[in-house]
């Protein structure tokens, strides 16, 4: 039985590689995807003064531990001051990790956890919930 199995797979990979296929180098690079999908063409974006309407960012998205608040202090030092500055510009958010380079970390993670990434000098790399 296991050398039977082993000869299905065995022939399934050598026949997975054959088929059709197209080059990419055989395809306009805008018809690339639009040729593989069987679909027309896909039309390049023309140059224009068109402006992208802004979106507003979806509350249910939105950083619950002020992470984007935190932001400004990138590339400060994390000495007491500025971790007690940092603290007072997030709240109410209380919980803060402080994660320095290689440093271990849980895997549970936790929208409302701050976490503030360190470099090996103490200088705030980052920002980020979790």
């Not at 932001?71 to 030092?77: H, S």
Request: hydrophobic residues 40%.
């Amino acid at each position: 039985m296991h050398k039977m199995t082993m000869a299905a797979v065995a022939t399934a990979l050598m026949l997975g590689g054959c088929g059709d296929t197209t080059e990419a180098e055989d395809v306009p690079p805008t018809d690339v995807i639009a040729a593989r999908a069987d679909q027309p063409a896909a039309v390049p974006y023309p140059d224009s003064e068109r402006q992208l309407p802004e979106v507003a960012p979806d509350p249910a998205e939105r950083s619950n531990c002020n992470a984007d608040i935190a932001q400004v202090f990138v590339g400060e030092m994390a000495d007491a001051e500025t971790r007690g500055r940092l603290l007072s510009e997030v709240a109410p958010v209380t919980t803060v990790r402080w994660v320095g380079p290689g440093e271990a970390t849980t895997d549970d993670l936790d929208p409302d956890r701050l976490n503030v990434m360190l470099d090996a000098r103490g200088a705030i790399t980052s920002t980020r919930c979790g």
